[in-house]
């Protein structure tokens, strides 16, 4: 089992949840975040005042899944989320040592 963590644009998410739901993925946690890479923020300006935006707004979208399943989930959110632009984002992928499920209580593969 495998865990898939993608940064992307806010703007890009109902791009990148569609092209995870035609694949077959049934769920994922999509979580508002801030941070900066390589943009390392900009200026903007509000009534008059400039002033530095250090963390811009970013998602995080967490997917939980099977080894046969990354490289299509890695090509549908790269896919989806792709503008050309810097900022972008990221995708991590991690083992997964177990899983749960709270309400039946059927662990790993089951669980997912």
């Known amino acids: 089992m495998k865990m898939i963590n ?10 990148v949840r ?4 035609d694949i077959g993925v049934d769920g994922l946690t999509v979580s508002e975040i801030r941070g900066f890479g390589r943009q390392k923020g900009h200026t903007e300006l509000y009534r008059g005042a400039e002033y530095q935006v250090d963390f811009l707004p970013k998602v995080k979208i967490e997917i939980a899944c099977r080894q046969e399943q990354v490289e299509l989930i890695i090509e549908a959110i790269t896919n989806a989320a ?4 810097i900022g972008d984002g990221k995708i991590f992928v991690t083992d997964l040592e177990q899983t749960v499920r709270i309400r039946t209580g059927e662990t790993d593969l089951e669980a997912l």
């Open 6 to 15: 993608a940064i992307i644009k806010p703007f890009k998410l109902d791009d």
């Open 18 to 21: 569609m092209a995870i739901s």
């Open 82 to 85: 792709h503008t050309g632009k």
